[in-house]
């Protein structure tokens, strides 16, 4: 920034700067433990009969399974990518099996249309929105698997960067 500018500008630049760079630095690991717990919490819900908002939408979408048998199946599955991902050397296993879930999450959108749309393409039901959320979990997904050829996270290596 240029000297000549007045010092609350020079505040606020160091401010910003400082809190990016917690962002930066801590971004990475709170994302990996919060799509964790969204994991774990969603498919604990679905060894509870009625708990899990998702339990009709997924009985009326996998009709050639038995829902009683295949929900906590999912449950399960949900559970170990949420423990995977916040287990470091099991995040490629997470997102492994979050990714050959994720188009079974899609299929409401194909298959029950009337459930999950009020007006094609554009206006979603809550069960259509409960659906869609999912591009975020998948871009989370791959953010936190962007972390792991690395040996540290980038809070980490700043931090070893800063002491030297």
């Given at each position: 920034?240029?000297?000549?500018?007045?010092?609350?500008?020079?505040?606020?630049?160091?401010?910003?700067?400082?809190?990016?760079?917690?962002?930066?630095?801590?971004?990475?690991?709170?994302?990996?433990?919060?799509?964790?717990?969204?994991?774990?919490?969603?498919?604990?819900?679905k060894?509870?009969?009625?708990?899990?908002?998702?339990?009709?939408?997924?009985?009326?979408?996998?009709?050639?399974?038995?829902?009683?048998?295949?929900?906590?199946?999912?449950?399960?599955?949900?559970?170990?990518?949420?423990?995977?991902?916040?287990?470091?050397?099991?995040?490629?296993?997470?997102?492994?099996?979050?990714?050959?879930?994720?188009?079974?999450?899609?299929?409401?959108?194909?298959?029950?249309?009337?459930v999950?749309?009020?007006?094609?393409?554009?206006?979603?039901?809550?069960?259509?929105?409960?659906?869609?959320?999912?591009?975020?979990?998948?871009?989370?997904?791959?953010?936190?698997?962007g972390?792991?050829?690395?040996?540290?996270?980038?809070?980490?290596?700043?931090?070893?960067?800063?002491?030297?």
């Amino acid at each position: 920034m240029p000297d000549d500018l007045p010092s609350f500008l020079h505040r606020f630049d160091h401010l910003d700067r400082r809190i990016a760079g917690w962002m930066r630095q801590n971004g990475p690991r709170l994302l990996q433990f919060s799509l964790g717990v969204i994991f774990i919490w969603f498919g604990a819900l679905k060894f509870f009969d009625g708990l899990s908002p998702a339990e009709s939408l997924v009985r009326r979408t996998v009709y050639w399974f038995d829902p009683d048998t295949f929900i906590p199946i999912l449950g399960l599955w949900e559970v170990l990518i949420g423990v995977g991902l916040m287990v470091r050397p099991l995040i490629r296993g997470a997102i492994f099996l979050l990714f050959l879930q994720m188009p079974g999450t899609m299929l409401p959108l194909v298959l029950l249309p009337e459930v999950c749309f009020t007006s094609i393409p554009f206006g979603l039901t809550l069960e259509g929105q409960y659906i869609i959320k999912n591009l975020v979990l998948i871009s989370a997904a791959l953010v936190v698997g962007g972390t792991v050829r690395q040996d540290t996270l980038p809070s980490d290596r700043e931090a070893v960067a800063h002491d030297a």
